[in-house]
């Protein structure tokens, strides 16, 4: 079973410019989740999607960020504009549904480098 | 809320050594969800293990072990016999259950584990 599919895996780009990062789920997966983890921290959740609706997004920033799920599977988060404090991971995870402590199963990530 | 900590940011260890990896949390809630992952180098969250919160029993799998303590708040992960392999950073995990639907994980900091040849 393919895993959680993540691209770019690196991105440099510089401060105020846009940037994209696409997510591809474990096929059946209807929950999928995007987290932020900044160098010697844990992972944050931005935004939590059950099929193509928002279940969780309290922790997003929303003047810059944005982020969808159309079709209920693939999933794009924008960074718009960036700032130097953005740098960080970016992880997408997915689980079967949003059920009852369903195990999260997370991608390779993409480092986000913003000079 | 819901917190989890990890008082052991990093720790070095030979190879063969036994490591206890601490974690401890703090939630509101009765019905939880406990998990450690690995992070090793290439940045991937590899999942290891799930304990619920009415489950205290503790869990072996291969040269892991969990030990899962509800009077202490605490969630330990021990590796016996540990190889190079094993260096990453490991975190913890906590997912509550109120409402009966998956809520997010809140993870700790990590403990960086180093294990030298």
């Known amino acids: 079973e393919a895993g959680v599919a993540q691209s770019p895996r690196y991105k440099i780009i510089e401060k105020r410019q846009s940037v994209a990062f696409w997510c591809n789920p474990i096929s059946g997966h209807a929950t999928l989740y995007w987290y932020q983890q900044i160098l010697g921290q844990g992972p944050k959740l931005l935004i939590q999607?059950?099929?193509?609706?928002?279940?969780?997004d309290s922790q997003l920033p929303k003047d810059r960020f944005s982020a969808e799920r159309l079709k209920g599977v693939d999933s794009t988060l924008k960074i718009q504009p960036a700032k130097l404090e953005d740098s960080a991971v970016y992880l997408c995870?997915?689980?079967?549904?949003?059920?009852?402590?369903?195990?999260?199963?997370f991608g390779p990530g993409t480092r986000l480098l913003v000079l | 809320a819901q917190k989890v900590t990890q008082a052991q940011t990093e720790i070095s260890v030979v190879e063969k050594e036994d490591v206890t990896l601490d974690c401890v949390y703090e939630t509101r809630d009765t019905t939880y969800y406990l998990f450690w992952y690995k992070q090793p180098p290439s940045g991937e969250l590899v999942f290891l293990i799930r304990?619920?919160?009415?489950?205290?029993q503790n869990e072996i799998s291969g040269r892991y072990s969990w030990n899962f303590q509800k009077s202490t708040s605490s969630f330990n992960f021990t590796i016996t016999a540990s190889q190079v392999v094993d260096s990453a950073v490991y975190f913890c995990?906590?997912?509550?259950?109120?409402?009966?639907?998956?809520?997010?994980?809140?993870f700790g900091s990590g403990t960086q584990l180093t294990v030298l040849p």
């Open positions: 304990r619920n919160s009415f489950d205290e």
């Open positions: 999607f059950q099929n193509n609706g928002v279940v969780d």
């Open positions: 995870a997915s689980s079967p549904s949003s059920g009852r402590g369903k195990t999260q199963y």
């Open positions: 995990a906590l997912s509550e259950d109120s409402s009966g639907s998956a809520r997010q994980l809140t």
